[in-house]
C-alpha cells in the first residue's frame, strides 16, 4: 500500500496546469471563508446587545472580507490530522479576531495612518479613534474567550492553544514585537536579517501560529509539529514578502488598501532591499522550502502545498 510520503514523491512527476490549481483552491478558500464566517456570526457579540456601538464596530471589521489566510490554514492542518471542527474552527476564528484587531491597531493615524482596508473606509475613519482602538481591544479580548470556551479536546491540548496563541499575539519574536521593530526601523536602512526579524514576528508569527494550533488540535506528533512549522515560518515569510510586490505593483482598487504607502512611509521592505526581481526570486525560493517541509509527513497535506503556492502567486 501506498503511504503519503510515496504519494509525494509520485505526485513530483505529475504537472497539473496551474488553472486546475487555482480553481481548486479558489473553491477551498470560498468554502472554508464560509464556514469561518458562519462561526464568527455566532461567536461575537450581536450588535443588539449592549453596548451595540462596540460590536457594530468589531463586526465592522471582521466582516469586512478578507481571505481569512489565518484560520484557513489552521482548518487546512486540522484536517489532514481530523481535528474535530467544534474545537477546530473557534481556535481558527480566534486568530482572525486577533488577526483583524491588529489590522484596526495598524490602521490608526498613531501608526500606518491608512483610511483603507479591504476595501473599505478603515474603523477610526467611521467610528472614530477612540472606538476603534476600544474594536481592536475588544477582538483581542473575545478571541482568549473564544478560546476558554471552547468545546472537545483534552485540557492539555486547550491549554496548549492557548499557550500557542498567546505567545503569537505577544511581544517576543511575536505580533506585538514585529510591530515594535517595524516603527523602529522606519525610514531607517535595515539589513536582510533585519528586515527577516520584524516579518518574522510581524507577519509570520500567526501564520505560524495558525498550522500550529491546527496540528495541536489534531493531536499531531513532535517530528510532525516541527516540520510544520518550518512550513508556517516559510509561508510566513512568503507571505510578507508577496505582500511588498502586491504593495509595489497593485493597484489601490486591486488590494483593497492604499496602494504604494511602504514607500512613502519609507517602511522596510523586500522590494526596498532586493528589488522586484529578487523578491520575486525569494518568494518562490520561500514558497518550494515551505513545501519541502511538508515531505516528513506521512499525512494529506495538498492543501497546505496549494495554500502555500496561493500566497505567492495571489493578485491582492
Known sequence: MVNQREKKVLKMTQSPSRTERSINIIEYFQKKGAQVDAWLERLLPAVSEAPSLIHEAMRYSIFAGGKRLRPILAIATGEAFNAEERTLLPAACSLEMIHTYSLIHDDLPAMDNDDLRRGMPTNHVVFGEGMAILAGDALLTQAFRTLADCEGGTPQRKLRVLSEVASA??????????????????????????????????????????????????????????????????????????????????????????????????????????GIDGAREMADRLYHEAVAALNSIDRETIMLEEIARFIVERKS
Not at 253 to 262: N, S, V
Open 169 to 274: 499575539a505577544g511581544t517576543v519574536n511575536s505580533l506585538i514585537g514585529g510591530q515594535v521593530l517595524d516603527l523602529q526601523f522606519e525610514g531607517k536602512s535595515v539589513t536582510g536579517e533585519q528586515l527577516e526579524s520584524i516579518h518574522r514576528a510581524k507577519t509570520g508569527a500567526l501564520i505560524r501560529c495558525a498550522v500550529r494550533i491546527g496540528a495541536i488540535v489534531g493531536g499531531a506528533d513532535e517530528a510532525e509539529l516541527r516540520a510544520l512549522t518550518v512550513y508556517g515560518e516559510k509561508a510566513g515569510l512568503a507571505f510578507q514578502v508577496a505582500d511588498d510586490l502586491l504593495d509595489e505593483t497593485a493597484t489601490s482598487e486591486e488590494l483593497g488598501k492604499t496602494a504604494g504607502k511602504d514607500a512613502a512611509s519609507h517602511k522596510a521592505t523586500y522590494i526596498a532591499l532586493y
